[in-house]
């Protein structure tokens, strides 16, 4: 039987993608739903994929959407796509941005749908409430980021004694604090290694993408942040490693291409055997070096916040993400990010610990409209 399964944000990078395994394996899936935000782009996966439903956020494509297909189930806003993630499948794909991407999850758990997961805010925000939920509901949470789909599929005995993150180091990663203090959006949405989405990418030049990633790596492998480290590896050939207690190291190595590792959780518990591309290692050279933590203090509070716990991670999310749209937008300078991120924790932080899924909401409503006030009495 061909496994079910549902993607929220197909239009995305992560969504298309997922879509280009799919096409390698039309005898394993069959796509029941789709949803994105407003991007025409799904009446094309539809008229491809014939879902049984789809849920967008916006009216006006969602009238589109059935005027052209009649007889299909359309969702319509933030509601719709809680719906769409509550239907039950085999395999809901979360690739949506921010943390719209966190209600969602819980719904999908309480269907009891397994997650192949490449939300980060998911953890980063509420991993506190959702990695419990998960337990408690039997549903399994799978790794979609190349990282951690390198550090699960690395994990083949106890006794760990760190994980240690590759990061490429972004579009910045050569540049000096000098440089980087005019340095443009423009600029930092020119990835040397991957081809994603901006607000992803300009979170891969601050390293506050690895910061999100070792919240993340907390949550998922239950991990001490302490046993997290962050090596620039320029190549993205290494994915992680997992050092054990006896000293040996287990990498998972590929070419990078997010197909892989998507392709890696939608098939689980199997092994694909399509390559989109294979590395030659033939006079290669493989480098790592140490994250400044000086040039990009995103990385440093990122830290903080994943030993604090509580609401600290929701709060420096919450800030990240109006910070990056403003500087999209041409609107901050790229030390603004963490100085605002900071003001924000200065300002909303005391130890709160997550007792309920709706603190987290009201928190991140509060701290973006605080971020918000700040860019504009600029």
Same mark, same amino acid.
């Given at each position: ?5 549902t993607?929220l944000?197909?239009?995305?990078s992560i969504?298309k993608?997922?879509?280009?395994v799919v096409?390698?394996?039309p005898d394993k899936?069959?796509?029941t739903?789709l949803?994105c ?10 008229k ?10 916006d009216s006006?494509?969602a009238?589109k959407?059935k005027s052209?297909?009649p007889?299909l189930?359309v969702?319509l806003g933030e509601?719709?796509i809680?719906?769409c993630?509550?239907?039950k499948v085999?395999?809901?794909?979360n690739?949506?941005?921010g943390?719209?991407?966190?209600r ?5 758990i309480k269907?009891?749908n ?6 980060k805010e998911?953890?980063v ?9 998960a337990k ?15 550090i ?10 760190r994980?240690?993150l590759?990061a490429s !180091?972004? =579009? ?5 604090k000098e440089?980087l203090v005019?340095? /443009? #959006?423009c600029?930092?949405? +020119?990835h ?12 891969s030049?601050?390293?506050m993408?690895k910061?999100l990633?070792?919240i993340?790596a907390?949550?998922l492998?239950?991990v001490d942040?302490?046993d ?6 320029r190549?993205s050939?290494v994915?992680?490693?997992v050092e054990?207690?006896?000293g040996?190291?287990?990498a998972?190595?590929s070419y990078?291409?997010m197909?892989l590792?998507i392709q890696?959780?939608?098939?689980y518990?199997?092994r694909?055997?399509?390559?989109f ?5 033939i006079g290669?050279?493989?480098t ?7 040039r990009?203090p995103?990385?440093a ?8 716990k !509580?609401? =600290?991670?929701?709060i420096?999310n ?6 990056v /749209? #403003?500087?999209?937008?041409? +609107? ?15 300002a ?5 610990r997550?007792?309920?899924?709706e603190q987290?909401?009201e928190?991140d409503a509060?701290?973006r409209t ?9």
């Amino acid at each position: 039987m061909r496994k079910r399964l549902t993607i929220l944000g197909s239009t995305g990078s992560i969504g298309k993608q997922a879509l280009e395994v799919v096409d390698k394996y039309p005898d394993k899936f069959k796509v029941t739903g789709l949803c994105c935000n407003s991007n025409e782009i799904i009446i094309g996966q539809i008229k491809k994929y014939s879902p049984d439903f789809v849920a967008v956020l916006d009216s006006s494509l969602a009238n589109k959407i059935k005027s052209k297909f009649p007889n299909l189930r359309v969702l319509l806003g933030e509601e719709g796509i809680c719906d769409c993630a509550s239907v039950k499948v085999d395999l809901l794909l979360n690739a949506l941005v921010g943390i719209s991407g966190l209600r969602p999850t819980i719904k999908a758990i309480k269907a009891g749908n397994n997650i192949a997961l490449a939300n980060k805010e998911t953890l980063v925000a509420g991993g506190e409430l959702v990695m419990p939920l998960a337990k408690e509901y039997g549903v399994e949470i799978l790794p979609v980021d190349s990282e951690h789909s390198a550090i699960w599929q690395s994990l083949t005995a106890k006794n760990v004694s760190r994980i240690l993150l590759t990061a490429s !180091g972004g =579009a910045f990663r050569d540049w000096d604090k000098e440089k980087l203090v005019e340095a /443009k #959006a423009c600029d930092a949405l +020119k990835h040397p290694n991957w081809d994603m989405g901006t607000k992803v990418t300009v979170d891969s030049a601050t390293l506050m993408n690895k910061g999100l990633e070792i919240i993340e790596a907390m949550h998922l492998f239950n991990v001490d942040v302490d046993d997290i480290n962050v090596l620039v590896h320029r190549q993205s050939v290494v994915h992680s490693m997992v050092e054990y207690a006896d000293g040996s190291v287990i990498a998972q190595m590929s070419y990078p291409d997010m197909r892989l590792p998507i392709q890696i959780a939608l098939l689980y518990p199997e092994r694909g055997d399509f390559a989109f591309e294979k590395y030659d290692f033939i006079g290669k050279t493989l480098t790592f070096e140490e994250a400044d933590e000086q040039r990009f203090p995103c990385l440093a509070i990122a830290k903080y916040c994943a030993k604090e716990k !509580g609401v =600290a991670p929701v709060i420096m999310n919450a800030a990240n993400e109006i910070l990056v /749209k #403003a500087y999209l937008d041409n +609107k901050i300078k790229f030390y603004d990010i963490p100085y605002y991120i900071r003001k924000a924790l200065d300002a909303y932080y005391s130890g709160q610990r997550i007792t309920e899924e709706e603190q987290i909401y009201e928190i991140d409503a509060k701290v973006r409209t605080f971020v918000q006030d700040l860019i504009d009495k600029r």
